[in-house]
């Protein structure tokens, strides 16, 4: 089958970016939020919400529930109006299935308004194992029967309810963290969820639901502490702004020796990468409107960075940071604890140029799962390296960025295949490329 031609992106790189673009809501909010309004038998309004794939699809999975959802793309606004939830075609789910990993989530509203769910195969960007059996243990120990038999999927019963529960995850995932919120919130008695995840984007998804009218506490030990509700309503709610975006902009403007100023990024959600950006040497300055980031001349330093989960630095901030650590003067290690496979987008930097040698041992001194597990998940970069622009097949979001900001900071030219992938998070950013001075067609 002939390539699409709207899935290539031609980049003639070594030009610094320059100028202004906007962050809207963050993509690993919006969804779930979107989903939240499964809950109540009323109208929810999400704003700020970005333009990416993942929204369509959402949208797309709703409505084949029943439930109507308006997305105004140009105001950011989407409706939803969960008035009306019913079971789908097993079939037409299944034309959705690997497009998305949001379907588990719909498992706690559905077993809540209709005592079912089915849940297809899932996708998702393949950076490493993503197991759902977290997901399904949180739902077992609330009372549902699942059942894994099916060959398009899973089927979920509640027939008696879900009921409170003391749940321990022992890696804090955000999945696992989000499926527990939204299946406890209506859930029979009280629920004790040890070892979570508290990413802003998921105390943002607290406050949507507390909006809705849940009633859950959380202590500084990570434990969230749930007391089921009989009801819940609609909501209206801003969504925070992408931290991972506004970081991937941020690489972009040090790799390219630029200037970029994104409106809407916010400092406290991004305070971890604001200090690894000044230590390499890169200035910002936080404004009420938005974060300047910029490349001040001169050289770049080296860093040690190690992946964790909030308030560590953020696995998905490291893969851009690395294009831009390729023009740092000196050696740098990135220690990845999050996602086993997340360093495969580093063989085309290092065709283009770049020095970076991966390793299976831990390059640094987080507790790692992926310890004597023979995954390559430390990488070290010897700079600084001129690039040299080539074809590239983009892998996964994350990395699919990072090889965009490699062929904007290389000399000559760049094919980015795949693009596609890269919609799914970053709205408008061929726009936005344009708008910086990008040279691409």
């Known amino acids: 089958m002939a390539e699409n031609n709207d899935d290539v992106l031609h980049v003639e790189g070594g030009k610094p970016l320059n100028g202004t673009i906007k962050v809207r809501g963050a993509k690993n909010f919006v969804s779930k939020a979107m989903v939240a309004a499964l809950l109540a038998p009323g109208t929810s309004v999400l704003k700020n919400v970005p333009e990416i794939r993942d929204v369509h699809v959402v949208s797309d999975l709703l409505r084949l529930h029943g439930v109507n959802v308006d997305v105004n793309g140009d105001k950011g606004v989407v409706t939803i109006d969960a008035t009306h939830v019913e079971m789908p075609d097993v079939a037409d789910v299944d034309t959705l299935a690997g497009s998305s990993r949001i379907p588990i989530l719909f498992s706690g509203p559905l077993l809540h308004r209709l005592g079912e769910a089915f849940i297809p195969a899932l996708g998702g960007c393949n950076i490493g194992g993503r197991p759902i059996d977290f997901h399904l243990e949180t739902l077992r120990k609330l009372g549902a029967n699942v059942d894994k038999e099916h060959a398009d999927g899973i089927h979920i019963t509640a027939p008696n309810g879900l009921k409170g529960a003391k749940i321990h995850l022992p890696y804090p995932s ?101 200090n690894v950006f000044r230590k390499i040497g890169g200035e910002f300055d936080v404004t009420d409107k938005g974060i300047r980031f910029w490349h001040p001349g001169g050289d770049l330093k080296p860093v040690a960075i190690e992946t964790d989960v909030h308030p560590g630095f953020m696995t998905d901030w490291q893969q851009p940071l690395v294009v831009a650590l390729t023009q740092a003067k000196g050696l740098s290690i990135v220690h990845e604890t999050v996602y086993e496979n997340r360093f495969g987008f580093t063989k085309p930097l290092v065709e283009m140029g770049a020095t970076v040698q991966l390793y299976r041992e831990c390059l640094g001194s987080l507790p790692c799962r992926f310890q004597q597990r023979n995954y390559k998940h430390s990488a070290v970069i010897f700079g600084p390296t001129p690039l040299t622009g080539r074809d590239i097949d983009v892998p996964d979001l994350r990395g699919g960025f990072s090889h965009l900001i490699a062929a904007l900071a290389a000399s000559g030219p760049s094919d980015v295949h795949g693009i596609s992938l890269i919609d799914r998070g970053y709205a408008d950013f061929r726009g936005k490329l344009a708008a910086l001075g990008a040279d691409i067609d």
């Open 174 to 274: 955000v999945g696992a963290t989000e499926q527990t919120l939204l299946a406890a919130v209506l859930a029979e008695g009280k629920t004790e969820l040890s070892g979570a995840a508290t990413e802003p984007e998921i105390m943002d998804l607290v406050a949507v639901l507390q909006k809705m009218g849940a009633i859950i506490s959380v202590d500084v030990d990570r434990t969230f502490r749930i007391e089921g509700v009989k009801e819940l309503k609609g909501y209206t709610h801003t969504a925070l702004t992408d931290r991972i975006e506004a970081a991937s902009w941020a690489s972009a403007a040090l790799a390219t020796h630029g200037d970029i100023f994104v409106k809407g990024a916010t400092q406290p959600e991004m305070m971890t990468f604001l």
